[in-house]
């Protein structure tokens, strides 16, 4: 029986999932009626981005299970890789 993580990245090609993935940072900052989080993971360099309507307890410290696909932002004409994070649950 496939779980529903499972059932994501067969739809969805692009689509990457991570496990038991150590947070090293949390930060959340307001953007316009959104909260824009960004997390940074143990070992990985690229920052992981979800929006949420409220704040959210801080991950910092936590195992997390994540769901994400990478993303290229421009900002003044130089490139940032991302990762946009669909789901992101505590391990």
Known sequence: MKSETDKLIS???QLNQSDNMKVVSHVQ???????RNTVMLEGIDVPFIYRRKKLYQSLKGARVNITYYRQV???AGIEFETMKVVRIKRS
């Open 73 to 75: 932002e421009e900002v």
């Open 11 to 13: 739809k969805h090609g």
């Open 29 to 35: 900052r307001e953007e316009d009626d959104w909260v």
